[in-house]
């Protein structure tokens, strides 16, 4: 199984900052998948992240306020920009085990915009 | 689109009690998979099984058990004589089936709480 390690586990921010948050994976995967868990609310999917290309965001989610970088199999970065009190929630990053078998999750960025 | 959905928002059971987890799913893909997670207080999503849709056999794992039903497009989940660190909130999830593209649409969730 896939060990996963996202960092900061939880931030207080101020409106209009940014925050990156990191996601480290313990083998090397093919994609890489950001979710956004709203307070008492399902997961959402925010993009799916691939090497060496842009990310694919869904509906609802654009580049400029959800930037993501995957440099490498093993690591991939989600920043929240210029973040309003909305941008509350928990951020996750899951990936595959690349057979569709499982899929992991990291456990989890919680952050609370002021 | 994709659509799971799980109608029970909060259940309350009394430890040792048997409970069932609804979840119900909408695709047009004729190949899929479904998924439980288990969502504990701490935060972190455990995975729980992965059933894909031409599977329609029953799985059970120790307590844990799922009815996958596609005549209902169901994939129910039933925790057997509860404890209570089965407390949790706990997601059903779809998947397409197309390898390396393994987006989930995540229900609602329920809440499951056992009570001493």
């Known amino acids: 199984s896939a060990v996963i390690s996202q960092k900061p586990s939880r931030d207080i921010c101020q409106r209009g900052t940014s925050l990156t948050i990191q996601c480290q994976v313990d083998?090397?995967?093919?994609?890489m998948f950001w979710y956004r868990q709203q307070p008492g609310q399902s997961l959402t999917l925010i993009a799916t992240?691939?090497?060496?290309?842009?990310?694919?965001?869904e509906s609802g989610f654009v580049i400029d306020k959800f930037p993501i970088s995957r440099p490498n199999l093993t690591f991939s970065t989600l920043t929240v920009s210029n973040m309003s009190p909305e941008d509350s929630s928990i951020y996750l990053c899951?990936?595959?085990?690349?057979?569709?078998?499982?899929?992991?999750f990291g456990s989890g960025t919680q952050l609370s915009v002021l | 689109a994709q659509k799971v959905t799980q109608a029970q928002t909060e259940i309350s059971v009394v430890e040792k009690e048997d409970v069932t987890l609804d979840c119900v799913y909408e695709?047009?893909?004729?190949?899929?998979?479904l998924f439980w997670y288990k969502q504990p207080p701490s935060g972190e999503l455990v995975f729980l099984i992965r059933?894909?849709?031409?599977?329609?056999q029953n799985e059970i794992s120790g307590r844990y058990s799922w009815n996958f039903q596609k005549s209902t497009s169901s994939f129910n989940f039933t925790i057997t004589a509860s404890q209570v660190v089965d407390s949790a909130v706990y997601f059903c999830?779809?998947?397409?089936?197309?390898?390396?593209?393994?987006?989930?649409?995540f229900g609602t969730g329920t809440r499951l709480t056992i009570i001493p």
């Open positions: 695709t047009r893909d004729t190949t899929y998979y």
């Open positions: 083998s090397q995967v093919t994609m």
């Open positions: 059933r894909n849709s031409f599977d329609e």
């Open positions: 992240a691939n090497q060496g290309s842009e990310a694919t965001y």
């Open positions: 999830a779809l998947s397409e089936a197309n390898f390396g593209n393994e987006k989930l649409t």
């Open positions: 899951s990936v595959s085990d690349g057979l569709n078998e499982k899929l992991f």
